[in-house]
Protein backbone atom coordinates (compact mmCIF):
# COMPACT_ATOMS: atom_id res chain seq x y z
CA UNK A 1 0.00 0.00 0.00
CA UNK A 2 2.96 1.89 1.34
CA UNK A 3 4.88 1.87 -2.41
CA UNK A 4 1.33 2.63 -4.24
CA UNK A 5 0.82 6.45 -2.54
CA UNK A 6 4.16 6.52 -2.91
CA UNK A 7 4.52 6.13 -6.55
CA UNK A 8 0.91 8.30 -7.11
CA UNK A 9 3.34 11.09 -5.34
CA UNK A 10 6.13 10.98 -7.37
CA UNK A 11 3.68 10.79 -10.26
CA UNK A 12 2.35 13.67 -9.50
CA UNK A 13 6.05 15.31 -8.65
CA UNK A 14 6.87 14.30 -11.80
CA UNK A 15 3.43 15.86 -13.76
CA UNK A 16 3.87 19.32 -11.83
CA UNK A 17 7.42 19.71 -12.90
CA UNK A 18 7.32 18.70 -16.68
CA UNK A 19 4.82 21.47 -16.98
CA UNK A 20 7.53 24.66 -15.09
CA UNK A 21 7.10 27.32 -17.03
CA UNK A 22 10.59 28.61 -18.44
CA UNK A 23 10.50 31.74 -15.91
CA UNK A 24 10.25 29.45 -13.13
CA UNK A 25 13.68 29.28 -10.45
CA UNK A 26 15.74 26.71 -11.25
CA UNK A 27 15.31 25.26 -7.60
CA UNK A 28 12.38 24.72 -5.43
CA UNK A 29 9.04 23.61 -6.52
CA UNK A 30 5.89 26.38 -6.79
CA UNK A 31 3.00 24.00 -7.88
CA UNK A 32 0.74 26.87 -8.47
CA UNK A 33 3.56 28.57 -10.35
CA UNK A 34 4.22 25.23 -12.90
CA UNK A 35 -0.18 25.36 -13.00
CA UNK A 36 -0.12 29.17 -14.32
CA UNK A 37 2.31 28.98 -16.65
CA UNK A 38 3.85 32.24 -18.04
CA UNK A 39 1.99 35.49 -17.53
CA UNK A 40 0.87 37.51 -20.69
CA UNK A 41 0.90 41.52 -20.34
CA UNK A 42 -2.68 42.38 -21.20
CA UNK A 43 -3.41 44.58 -24.50
CA UNK A 44 -3.86 47.77 -22.03
CA UNK A 45 -0.47 47.09 -21.02
CA UNK A 46 1.20 46.05 -23.17
CA UNK A 47 0.00 50.03 -24.95
CA UNK A 48 1.06 51.51 -21.59
CA UNK A 49 4.61 50.32 -22.03
CA UNK A 50 5.13 51.04 -25.46
CA UNK A 51 4.03 54.58 -25.30
CA UNK A 52 6.34 54.75 -22.03
CA UNK A 53 9.51 53.45 -24.36
CA UNK A 54 8.75 55.21 -27.24
CA UNK A 55 10.51 57.79 -28.94
CA UNK A 56 13.96 56.70 -27.30
CA UNK A 57 15.96 53.74 -27.51
CA UNK A 58 15.26 51.55 -24.40
CA UNK A 59 17.65 48.46 -23.77
CA UNK A 60 16.83 45.43 -21.39
CA UNK A 61 16.69 47.50 -17.98
CA UNK A 62 14.19 50.08 -19.57
CA UNK A 63 11.66 47.54 -20.80
CA UNK A 64 12.14 45.56 -17.37
CA UNK A 65 11.41 48.70 -15.88
CA UNK A 66 8.53 49.48 -17.41
CA UNK A 67 6.72 46.32 -17.92
CA UNK A 68 7.10 46.64 -13.86
CA UNK A 69 5.01 50.12 -13.71
CA UNK A 70 2.54 48.32 -15.30
CA UNK A 71 2.32 45.56 -14.00
CA UNK A 72 3.17 45.53 -10.32
CA UNK A 73 5.32 42.33 -10.38
CA UNK A 74 8.79 41.87 -11.59
CA UNK A 75 8.89 40.81 -15.60
CA UNK A 76 9.60 37.33 -17.01
CA UNK A 77 11.73 36.77 -20.15
CA UNK A 78 9.15 35.96 -22.37
CA UNK A 79 7.36 39.62 -21.47
CA UNK A 80 10.84 41.50 -22.20
CA UNK A 81 11.19 39.34 -25.36
CA UNK A 82 7.50 40.46 -26.17
CA UNK A 83 8.21 43.67 -25.35
CA UNK A 84 11.43 44.15 -27.17
CA UNK A 85 10.28 42.55 -30.05
CA UNK A 86 7.14 45.13 -30.59
CA UNK A 87 9.89 48.31 -30.44
CA UNK A 88 12.24 46.57 -32.86
CA UNK A 89 11.64 48.24 -36.47
CA UNK A 90 10.19 45.31 -38.40
Not at 13 to 41: F, M, N, Q
Amino acid sequence: MRRRISGAVTSIIEWLRSGYPEEAPPTGYSPLLALHGPRALTPQQTRKILDELAGAPADIIDIGVAITKATGKLPTQTQIRAIAAALSPS
